[in-house]
């Protein structure tokens, strides 16, 4: 059990940021082969992605789509 003063972490998991960004795992996994995705580290040799890191990654993403005429 954790401590209740203790701050969740702000690394997440490939399969917590992917849905936190609401797409799959294996989008993530592509994505990080193709240098095309959010910054990530490994620690211990797990794959973890910073919330800031995925915040600014979607907002760069975001405004990079191009609207979609007659949707």
Same mark, same amino acid.
């Given at each position: 059990?954790?401590? !209740? %003063?203790t !701050? &969740?972490? !702000?690394?997440?998991?490939? &399969?917590?940021?992917?849905? $936190?960004?609401?797409?799959s795992?294996?989008?993530?996994? +592509?994505?990080?082969?193709? %240098?095309? =995705? !959010?910054? $990530?580290? *490994? @620690? =211990? =040799?797990? #794959?973890?992605? @910073?919330?800031?890191?995925? %915040?600014?990654?979607s907002t #760069?993403? +975001? *405004?990079?789509r *191009?609207?979609? @005429? =007659?949707?």
């Amino acid at each position: 059990m954790s401590e !209740p %003063n203790t !701050p &969740q972490s !702000p690394f997440l998991t490939t &399969q917590e940021a992917a849905s $936190y960004l609401r797409i799959s795992a294996r989008t993530m996994e +592509n994505w990080r082969w193709s %240098n095309d =995705g !959010p910054e $990530y580290r *490994k @620690h =211990g =040799g797990t #794959v973890v992605y @910073h919330l800031e890191d995925l %915040n600014a990654f979607s907002t #760069v993403w +975001n *405004k990079s789509r *191009k609207p979609r @005429h =007659g949707s």
